[in-house]
């Protein structure tokens, strides 16, 4: 098949592409389909479009811009990113128990007593929680194993996944939220999880408990995850995405010595220009063979 990139090309996965057997071309006119890696995008797309691929994962800003639109198949990079935000989140968790930051911003070796007091480990037999085990999840899973943790995997149809310790229903994890030393979130963020994270869940979990949120900031209601931390209902959280993004400088989570955050960076462009060409290539095979595509997104469904 013909296809091209918008906006701006990337040489290696454009040739990774091509190598194979799909040509490259300059228009979207001439294209079967279109790999997007943001920017303006034809509206509407020419008819010869069969398929666009978002280089990214999460689609709700494509969603709420009116860039994917019903009518068009889209595929997104669900799965490509599982080793490298898997291995952020383990940055995040440790980083957490550690009281990195807090080191950090009190630079003195006179915090060493009060260290032995505010830090904690992993390998103390602690209960993670992953709230979204896919890709991601399973990842974690296998970074989490030598320490030795005890794994909850919460999915949303209950079905085992490998590696954890039993695996739990969304619908029936309620009784997780008040078990966990540690909860990591890798859920999509849709209507449904949207705000999943508010005063009541954070009331449920234990005051000793980390929050790591590695999947969408809109999982989480950020005042009052802002209330909890400041008040000591929870003990830390460890923070890849937050709403609003970006964050404002002012804002008090920047500001709290018992959270680590990072500014959505565990996948940026240089890990998508080295990871997202096989994903493409086996999304274009399979709509050559008229079948669903491995990461074909549900326009209505938002993910």
């Given at each position: 098949?013909k296809?091209?990139?918008?906006s701006r090309?990337?040489?290696?996965?454009?040739?990774?592409?091509?190598a194979?057997g799909?040509e490259?071309?300059?228009?979207?006119?001439?294209?079967?389909?279109?790999i997007?890696?943001?920017?303006p995008?034809?509206?509407p797309?020419?008819?010869?479009?069969?398929?666009?691929?978002w280089v990214?994962?999460?689609?709700?800003?494509?969603?709420s811009?009116g860039?994917?639109?019903?009518g068009t198949?889209w595929?997104?990079?669900?799965g490509v990113?599982?080793?490298?935000?898997?291995?952020?989140?383990m940055?995040?968790?440790?980083?957490?128990?550690?009281?990195?930051?807090?080191v950090f911003?009190?630079s003195?070796?006179?915090?060493r007593r009060?260290m032995?007091s505010?830090?904690d480990?992993?390998?103390?037999k602690k209960?993670?929680?992953?709230?979204?085990a896919?890709?991601i999840?399973?990842?974690?899973?296998?970074?989490?194993?030598?320490?030795?943790?005890?794994?909850?995997?919460?999915n949303?149809?209950?079905?085992p996944?490998?590696?954890?310790?039993?695996?739990?229903?969304?619908?029936e994890a309620?009784?997780?939220?008040?078990e966990?030393?540690?909860?990591?979130?890798?859920?999509?963020?849709?209507?449904e999880?949207?705000g999943?994270?508010?005063a009541?869940?954070?009331d449920?979990?234990?005051?000793?408990?980390?929050?790591?949120?590695?999947?969408?900031?809109?999982?989480?209601?950020?005042?009052?995850?802002?209330?909890?931390?400041?008040n000591?209902?929870?003990r830390?959280?460890?923070?890849?995405?937050?709403?609003?993004e970006?964050?404002?400088e002012?804002?008090?989570?920047?500001?709290?010595?018992?959270?680590?955050?990072?500014?959505?960076?565990?996948?940026l462009?240089?890990?998508?220009?080295?990871m997202?060409?096989?994903t493409?290539?086996?999304?274009a095979?399979?709509?050559e063979?008229?079948?669903?595509?491995?990461?074909?997104?549900d326009?209505?469904a938002?993910?």
């Amino acid at each position: 098949m013909k296809f091209t990139m918008i906006s701006r090309p990337w040489d290696n996965v454009i040739e990774e592409v091509a190598a194979a057997g799909h040509e490259y071309v300059d228009s979207v006119d001439d294209a079967d389909f279109v790999i997007y890696s943001g920017g303006p995008l034809p509206d509407p797309l020419p008819e010869n479009v069969r398929f666009v691929q978002w280089v990214f994962t999460g689609v709700e800003q494509l969603l709420s811009s009116g860039v994917m639109k019903p009518g068009t198949r889209w595929a997104n990079a669900a799965g490509v990113f599982a080793k490298p935000v898997a291995e952020h989140a383990m940055a995040l968790m440790l980083a957490s128990l550690h009281q990195y930051k807090y080191v950090f911003e009190t630079s003195s070796f006179s915090i060493r007593r009060e260290m032995d007091s505010r830090q904690d480990w992993l390998f103390l037999k602690k209960r993670v929680a992953i709230f979204g085990a896919g890709g991601i999840g399973r990842e974690l899973i296998s970074m989490l194993q030598p320490f030795g943790p005890h794994i909850t995997a919460v999915n949303r149809s209950g079905r085992p996944v490998e590696g954890a310790d039993e695996t739990v229903a969304m619908a029936e994890a309620d009784h997780v939220w008040a078990e966990a030393d540690i909860v990591v979130l890798v859920t999509p963020l849709t209507f449904e999880t949207m705000g999943m994270v508010n005063a009541e869940v954070l009331d449920r979990m234990k005051e000793s408990a980390y929050l790591i949120n590695v999947g969408r900031g809109g999982l989480v209601v950020t005042d009052d995850l802002v209330d909890a931390l400041s008040n000591g209902r929870i003990r830390g959280a460890g923070l890849e995405v937050v709403d609003p993004e970006p964050l404002p400088e002012e804002h008090p989570l920047w500001h709290l010595d018992n959270v680590v955050l990072t500014p959505h960076v565990a996948a940026l462009g240089s890990v998508a220009r080295a990871m997202i060409a096989p994903t493409i290539i086996a999304n274009a095979a399979a709509v050559e063979r008229g079948e669903r595509m491995p990461t074909e997104v549900d326009v209505e469904a938002g993910y």
